[in-house]
């Protein structure tokens, strides 16, 4: 099996400074310029923490189905080989696909990249998010979630309006408090803005990528949390994931209540053991010397 650890050498558009605007009587700091012609959202107090989840391949297990289609897409525009063209999109998943051409096929004219990439989002809709679930543990981790006060947002690279028909689809949606997709920016962008949503609350980005892992980690005040994958010529371990940042990484989220819980917790101070007790050194006693009685005479 193919393993791919190492993002190309360029990722434009990834960790690009951001432009931010300061739209009078916003309350709760700056505002990313991608939500200037967004209704602001008053910020609020969350009960506990906010866990920002990725959608696709943390929450919905489609990954398998959308590299599939990306691969068809960039043979069909470039001439990529299918299998190549997969594991370029793998390797690059958590970027926005207009990004991941960009950094793939920098000399095709930005409008050709802009036409493949609307092709590739009508079909990801038709052919990958059609035959797309949840994870089986997703529901029972959202619902506990949610009971131990948890407050629960998305961010996704898929349009908003497609991850919130995708939630309502699988019965998901009842437990997510807000939804912010492409339109509304990069990964960093969503981060900071529910940063200023819910100011000073305990935050972290459960995602599936090594650009969720990053985007997190360089945001000040979010704990990344990773799902890690394996299909068909392609892995991402959790110790992948772990070098990248990830406080926790599996192939499963059945355990992500759990370890909240441990994260969340302030580090325990180290108790000092006493030093051991130090026993007098053992001693054979000497044997005493055997009394010679000498028999005098009569």
Not at 272 to 292: C, D, E, I, Q
Request: hydrophobic share 40%; net charge neutral; proline share 10%.
């Amino acid at each position: 099996m193919a393993k791919r650890t190492d993002p190309p050498a360029e990722e434009p558009l990834v960790g690009a400074p951001l432009r931010m605007v300061n739209p009078e009587s916003l309350g709760g700091g700056n505002v990313p310029a991608s939500f200037a012609s967004e209704p602001i959202v008053a910020p609020r107090t969350a009960a506990r923490g906010v866990v920002v989840f990725d959608l696709d391949g943390t929450i919905l297990d489609d990954i398998s189905h959308i590299s599939h289609v990306a691969a068809d897409v960039m043979f069909q525009a470039f001439g990529t080989p299918l299998e190549e063209g997969r594991v370029h999109y793998l390797a690059t998943t958590g970027m926005p696909f207009e990004a991941q051409l960009a950094q793939l096929y920098p000399s095709a004219p930005p409008e050709e990249r802009a036409k493949v990439a609307r092709v590739f989002h009508e079909r990801k809709i038709r052919e990958a998010y059609a035959h797309a679930s949840a994870f089986p543990e997703i529901p029972r981790v959202l619902k506990q979630l949610d009971g131990s006060g948890w407050t629960l947002v998305i961010s996704t690279g898929a349009e908003r309006e497609m991850g919130e028909l995708l939630l309502e689809r699988e019965g998901l949606r009842i437990w997510f408090e807000s939804v912010l997709g492409s339109g509304q920016g990069t990964k960093r962008e969503h981060l900071l803005e529910y940063q200023r949503r819910y100011p000073a609350a305990r935050m972290f980005l459960v995602g599936d990528s090594r650009f969720d892992m990053e985007a997190a980690r360089d945001t000040p005040g979010v704990t990344p949390i990773a799902r890690a994958c394996q299909l068909h010529g392609w892995a991402i371990s959790p110790e992948d994931l772990r070098r990248w940042g990830a406080a926790y990484a599996d192939y499963s989220l059945a355990r992500l209540p759990e370890v909240l819980d441990d994260l969340e917790a302030p580090p325990r101070t180290p108790v000092k053991a006493p030093p051991p007790r130090r026993s007098a050194p053992k001693t054979t006693p000497k044997r005493p010397k055997a009394l010679v009685r000498k028999a005098g005479r009569r």
